[in-house]
Each structure stands twice: as C-alpha cells, then as structure tokens.
C-alpha cells in the first residue's frame, strides 16, 4: 500500500504552497520543487522518477504543471504508473480561477504571483534578454501594467515589486488573492489520495473477511462502486438495497448528521402485512468518518438472529465505505458551491468593469460636451448683448438653456444610476393611485411634448391604486416615456396604458415613431452596448436610462420586454406585482 504522496510544483509556485503546507502540516505529504520549464517547454522527468522509485519505495506522485511545460513530455510522464498529472492551461489557475486570468490578460496585465516575486532575479535571468532597455520596450509594446496576486505570504516584498517595475517600465497593481483557491486544490488532491488508500484498505479487510463470508463476497464488492457516487441520497439507497439483501430485515430507517443535528430521514419499507406478535432483534450501522458522525442505518427486526454476529461484522464493513462514499459526495458538494460562487464573483467583477467604463464615458464624453457648447455661446452672447443685438442674444440664450436642461437630465440620470450600482437607493414600496402620479410624472415632460406637437394619451381606469416604489416607479415612466418622446417625429403619438390582472399590472408606452432593429433590440439593456442614437430632433441621450429602467422593473420583482419595428414605432411592456 502506498503511504507517502509527492506534490511537485515548478520552483516559482513553491513559496506559497510551501506556506501552505507549514500551516496544514499534511501527514505523509511531501513538497518536491522542480526547476521552471517556461523557457525550454519541458520538466525534469528524471527528478521525479528519482524521488518516487528511490530507495526500493514505491510511493504516489502528483505533478502540477501549465500546457506549455508538459508538452514535450506529457507522453512519457502518462507512461509513469504512480504519477498523477494535474494540468493547467495557466500556471496561476493555482491562485485564482481561470477566466479571472485570462479576464486581465485581456486588459493586457502581466500577472505575477508572491512567490514569483520571491525568485523575481532568477526569472529575469530565464527571460534573456540582453539588457534592461529591451526588456522594457518589450513590455511596453506588449503589456500595460503588473498585476502582483498578492497571496499573503510572509515578508514585504514591496522592494521586489518595484524593481520588476523599474526593470520592465510598467506600473503595478496589487490584487490580493490569499490563498484560498489553491488551499482548495490541494485538500482536494490530499483527499482524493487518502480516500484512494483507504479504499485500498478496507478491500483488504473485506478480502480478509470473505472466508468466513463467501456467500456475501460478490455483494459486497458491488460496494466499492459507492465511491463513484457523488450524491448521498443516492448513496444510501444503495446501502438500502444491500441490507436488505444480507440481513432480510423488516425495515430500515437511514438519519444522516451534519454537525450533530439530523439534516435528513429516509425510510426503506421492507415488510409487508402486518407486524409480528413479538419483536424482533434490530442493531445500528454507524457511518462515521474521521471522527465525525455523518449518519446512521436502524436495521430493524432481523429476522435470522442466530447470524447476528456475522451481520454485525459485515456492518463494519459496510460502514467504512458508506462513511468514505457520503465523504466523498459531501466534499463534492462543497467544492461545486465554491466553484459556483467563484463563477459569480467573477461575473460581479465583469459587471463592475462594465459600469466603471460607462460611467467614465459619460464623464469625459456626454457630460463634457455640454458644457463645451455653454462655454461657446456663452461668448458668444455676451458678444451680441455687447452690440446690442437682442435677437441674436436671445437665441443664443435659448440655445444655451436648452442645453443646460439637457445636461440636467443627463447629470440627474447618471447620479441615480450610480447610486443604484453601489446599493444607496432603498426599496420603499407604498400604496398610491395611478392617475394621479403619471398627472406628475407628465408635468415634467409636457413641455417636451409641445415642443414637437406630440400628442399624449392614456388608458388608465380611475381609481386604480398600486403598491410600488413611488420614486422608482417615477423614474421608469419618465424615461420610457421620454424615450418615446425623443423617437417620435413631430405631430406624432405617445400612448400609456395600464392593464389589470390577477396577479400584476401591465403597463405599456407606445409611439408611432423610428422604431429600431433587430440588431439594436437584442443590445437594449445591455450596460457595454448601451450608446442612445440621437432623437427625431437631434436630441442627446446616454443610454442610463433603460438600464435604469431594467434594474428598477427587477427590484420590483417585475418583468421588462420591448416590441419594435423600424418606422413602425415602438412599444415598451413592463409589470409591477400586485402583492410586493
């Protein structure tokens, strides 16, 4: 039976696993580095085969290694029986999850790791070039900043980050990673390891047992495939079906513990008709697994009780595996759950980004430009008041209030977007009638409407009353209906309805105006895709507002759907829950 397991690591990645190791202090686990094979593309296969067949041992290896290593030697090192490989298309997998890495790639970050840093001289050595000045043109040409994924080890090694910096001419970035993911995979590698020994283990006992029992040998065998199962329920129903094959009870219950509380009970009915007179023998198979008590099977009303102490000693048996299959499947589960949550923290980090760019868009595009143009006719006005041509100057002051409204709505939009991106806008649903709030939602925007000779109708029953944000539900009407607004040509139309049903209300704004495409239709609420297209007037517009509109619908817990045809006009649908 093997009894040590060897994880090798390239040398740059040893610093932190080796801190790691320290803290965890695996029994009978054992941290070999091998030299960086980034430059010649191959690892030391003749280290490895040392380390795991000298002294006469045979002993269990994992190596851990990027594409790009192994791929001169990836067929002989499948040729290696104890070797195990763990391939990763990135070395720093290790730290942090795969499309975080190639998610900075992408922003044309060069990524280093604590223990990079640590051997940062060495690697500078096995980069080759020939001085200081080309290795800094050619990261300059190639990368924009240093991203240092600060894993926590001891020491400060600040110093050394600045001289990679110096040494390459980028800036630098510190992400502090810990480690946390690359604890994760090494348990996972420990315990698969462990669970593959004691497997082996108890096969031993069993074989030993099967002399006395070889009536039961074959059955039980069938229970080394319960550690392929992934699911307890599925686990235990197994175990059903082979109690009451081996010991023909009457029944049998299963409660399985998590933290000493029940947090299951499934029941095997066996017997039928009714039940005997007198009560019959029953026992216990405990699962327990490094201590811990994850469930017991209550075999009950053994039926053959002269067998008692061979049924016993096959429970045993079957407790041990039982106890390392529902490890096994729990251990799964907790792994799917991190990989799930990491899965969001990466997609939380996208949409950060995605608000973080459009948000300086608006800034240094949208919002400057305004204030470009009042720079201008402000000039310009005080050049005709000084010749005293009032007509002039007072298009020129239409002009410029016109524009100072438009940068109003766009400053107004863009600081309720940002207060709803970083959680300061409070959902506060109260009662309140219909009509009468879209009376002062339209107040502010029935100059609009004049201005293009735009006619506003509705359909809204008297006396409809609805439970909702009252602010929220002001800021979504005011913008689609200014959208409709802004794509309707002069003389148009814009019609709001509100319908009525069992469990929400409809509401609908229709124009007879542009429409949009197909295209335009799919990217409409979509943060990173969400430029305006000017007005039927040349009206300005940023985007924020459907996206806005979107997220509001959904705090309401409510839906939002468009149809549009081009020159045909545009219709937004979006409901609001009766009970919220």
């Given amino acids: ?28 686990v054992k941290l070999v580095g091998i030299p960086a094979g980034c430059r010649t593309h191959h690892i030391n296969i003749g280290k490895i085969s040392e380390v795991l067949t000298g002294d006469g041992r045979e002993c269990s290896g994992v190596l851990i290694g990027s594409a790009s290593c192994m791929d001169l030697n990836k067929d002989i090192l499948l040729n290696m029986p104890n070797l195990k490989l763990v391939q990763l298309e990135q070395c720093l997998e290790l730290f942090i999850n795969r499309e975080v890495i190639y998610h900075f790639i992408r922003q044309g970050c060069y990524l280093i790791s604590s223990g990079w840093l640590k051997n940062y001289k060495k690697q500078i050595e096995n980069w080759g070039f020939d001085d200081a000045e080309t290795a800094r043109r050619f990261f300059r040409e190639s990368m924009r900043k240093i991203l240092w994924l600060d894993t926590q080890l001891p020491g400060d090694l600040t110093e050394s980050l600045k001289a990679i910096a110096a040494y390459t001419g980028l800036p630098y970035e510190v992400l502090p990673v810990g480690m946390t993911h690359c604890e994760q995979i090494i348990d996972g590698l420990v315990m698969e390891w462990k669970m593959d020994n004691e497997r082996e283990s108890t096969n031993m006992v069993l074989s030993r047992s099967s002399i006395r029992l070889a009536n039961y040998f074959m059955i039980l065998n069938q229970l080394d495939t319960l550690i392929q199962l992934a699911d307890e329920k599925e686990i235990v129903q197994v175990v059903f079906d082979l109690i009451n094959v081996l010991f023909a009870p009457l029944n049998i219950e299963y409660l399985g513990f998590k933290d000493d509380r029940v947090v299951q009970k499934y029941n095997y009915k066996v017997s039928a008709g009714t039940e005997p007179s007198q009560p019959l023998e029953s026992f216990d198979i405990e699962v327990n697994y490094k201590g811990m008590l994850f469930g017991i099977f209550h075999v009950v009303g053994i039926q053959f009780p002269q067998y008692m102490e061979q049924y016993k000693e096959m429970g045993r048996v079957i407790s041990q595996i039982s106890a390392l299959s529902v490890a096994n499947a729990r251990e799964y589960q907790i792994t799917q759950d991190q990989k799930e949550q990491l899965e969001t923290y990466a997609r939380e980090l996208r949409e950060a980004n995605l608000s973080k760019d459009k948000f300086i868009s608006v800034l240094s595009h949208d919002l400057k430009n305004p204030f470009n143009i009042l720079v201008g006719y402000s000039h310009l ?24 409204e438009d940068a109003l709505k766009l400053l107004e939009n863009l600081l309720e977007w940002t207060r709803s991106k970083s959680g300061k806008i409070r959902f506060n649903p109260e009662r309140f009638e219909l009509n009468q709030h879209l009376d002062q939602v339209l107040a502010l925007l029935n100059q609009q409407a004049d201005a293009k000779g735009i006619t506003i109708t509705r359909s809204m029953p008297v006396g409809t009353f609805i439970t909702a944000d009252r602010e929220m539900l002001s800021t979504i009407l005011r913008n689609l209906i200014s959208n409709a607004l802004k794509y309707t040509r002069n003389g148009g139309d814009v019609h709001i309805s509100a319908e009525c049903n069992q469990d929400e209300i409809v509401f609908s704004v229709r124009d007879n105006g542009i429409g949009m495409s197909s295209e335009k239709l799919e990217s409409l609420f979509m943060p990173d895709q969400s430029e305006s297209a000017p007005g039927t007037d040349q009206e300005k517009g940023t985007g924020l507002g459907l996206i806005l509109t979107h997220d509001f619908v959904k705090a309401h817990g409510g839906k939002i759907w468009v149809e549009s045809e081009v020159d045909r006009g545009t219709a937004f649908h979006f409901t609001i829950p009766l009970i919220l």
């Fill in 381 to 404: 006005l005080v050049e005709e008041l000084e010749r005293n041509n009032i007509q002039e100057a007072q298009e020129f002051a239409l002009i410029m209030r016109q524009t100072i």
């Fill in 1 to 28: 039976m093997k009894s040590e397991l060897y994880i090798f690591l390239c040398d740059f990645l040893i610093p932190e696993v080796s801190d790691l190791f320290i803290r965890k202090n695996y029994p009978d």
